[in-house]
C-alpha cells in the first residue's frame, strides 16, 4: 500500500500523470489504426479468425464445444455423428495437450475437412437439446457484441 508521504512526494504527481497520459496515447493510436485499416478494408485480427470459420470465430465454436461436453465427450460425439470423416479426426489428434487446445486441433480439421456445416450443429442440437439455443446463437454468428448492439 501506499503511504501518505508517497503522496506528498513531489515527484509522485509528475509521474503518475505521465503514465496515465502514455496510457491515453497508446490507446487512441489503436484504435485509430484499428479503424484505419477497417476503412482500408486491411484484415482485423477479428476478421481473420472470423474468415477462418465463416459465420463465427473460432473461439466461439471453441467455447461453445467446451461448454456442452466434458473431457471425454468429444471424441465419441465426433465418431458417433460423423462416422468415418469423424473417426479419420480424431485418429489424427495429438494425444496431449490441454483440453481447449485439442477441441481447436478439432475445430480446424473439421474445417479443413468440411464437416463444420449445419449438420454438425444439427448434431450438436440432437446430443444436447436443451441448449439448442446457445448452439443455434453460434451457428448463426451470434456474439456478445452483436447481442450489445441489438
Request: proline share 4%; net charge neutral; charged share 25%.
Amino acid at each position: 500500500m501506499c503511504s501518505s508521504e508517497t503522496f506528498s512526494d513531489p515527484l509522485f504527481w509528475p509521474a503518475l500523470f505521465e503514465t496515465v497520459r502514455m496510457l491515453a496515447v497508446v490507446t487512441a493510436s489503436t484504435w485509430i489504426v484499428s479503424l484505419m485499416h477497417r476503412k482500408r478494408g486491411i484484415p482485423t485480427r477479428d476478421s481473420t479468425r472470423r474468415s477462418i470459420f465463416g459465420r463465427f470465430t473460432a473461439y466461439e465454436l471453441k467455447t461453445l464445444i467446451l461448454s456442452l461436453f466434458g473431457t471425454d465427450e468429444v471424441c465419441p460425439f465426433l465418431e458417433l455423428h460423423l462416422g468415418d470423416e469423424g473417426r479419420a479426426v480424431v485418429q489424427g489428434l495429438s494425444p496431449t495437450g490441454a483440453q481447449a487446445a485439442q477441441v481447436y486441433e478439432i475445430l480446424v480439421a473439421l474445417q479443413r475437412h468440411g464437416l463444420i456445416d449445419d449438420a454438425f450443429f444439427d448434431a450438436l442440437v440432437a446430443e444436447r437439446p436443451r441448449r439448442e439455443a446457445d448452439i443455434r446463437r453460434v451457428q448463426r454468428g451470434g456474439t456478445a457484441a452483436d447481442r450489445r448492439a441489438a
